[in-house]
């Protein structure tokens, strides 16, 4: 199973399908939420080998009704007129994540720049009991929103992830809000 949402998202290299490798193996899950900006919409894309597609169609029939008619045709349109709408979305998040990189480096702190989507997960700065005091004395002090590591894992402990799919006048904001936090420590 390939969960491939950030495909049409990704910045140093193409990205390339499990699937092209192992067609008859691979059930791919991907979406318009990311690519297209269609978060809400609720359109999701299925590919898999007709052999397993028609049993997973069958469970779909009785836990889900269909998207909205609305939502199909924007899905239809994106799919086919839209095609490289994602380009220009992709160019801007390449933008904001080399200016959110360096701001983050220059406060020092431990990341690793992402190949894909719009997202950082960063190692803590010493001196807090766990992510979620990191995050809560943040939005307390500075109201700077971010999420602890370890709402996706309990190996995310230490660390905190921050979104770049914000305007760069609020990515500048937020960053400065975070490099005063951490300089009063």
């Known amino acids: 199973m390939a969960d491939e949402i950030y495909s049409e998202l990704v910045f140093d290299q193409e990205h390339v399908s499990i699937a092209t490798f192992l067609k008859e ?21 299925l590919f898999a080998p007709v052999a397993i597609s028609q049993h997973i169609l069958k469970v779909h029939q009785y836990n889900v009704t269909c998207a909205a008619s609305i939502s199909q045709r924007a899905a239809l349109a994106a799919l ?14 390449a933008r904001r994540r080399e200016y959110v990189y360096s701001r983050l480096q220059a406060m020092e702190l431990e990341i690793v720049k992402p190949n894909g989507a719009f997202y950082f997960f960063i190692k803590l700065p010493e ?57 009063k420590k």
Not at 83 to 91: E, L
Not at 148 to 161: I, M, N, Q, T, V
């Open 80 to 93: 086919t007129a839209g095609r490289d709408d994602a380009i220009p979305m992709k160019t801007e998040y």
């Open 127 to 183: 001196g807090y009991a766990s992510s979620l005091d990191f995050c809560l004395k943040l939005v307390q002090q500075e109201k700077v929103a971010v999420v602890p590591g370890d709402a996706f894992s309990p190996l995310g402990e230490g660390y905190f992830r921050i979104s770049y799919a914000y305007s760069m006048e609020t990515l500048e904001k937020a960053l400065d809000r975070i490099e005063a936090f951490l300089a």
């Open 25 to 45: 193996q691979t059930i791919v899950l991907n979406g318009l939420s990311k690519s297209h900006s269609m978060t809400g919409w609720r359109i999701g894309l």
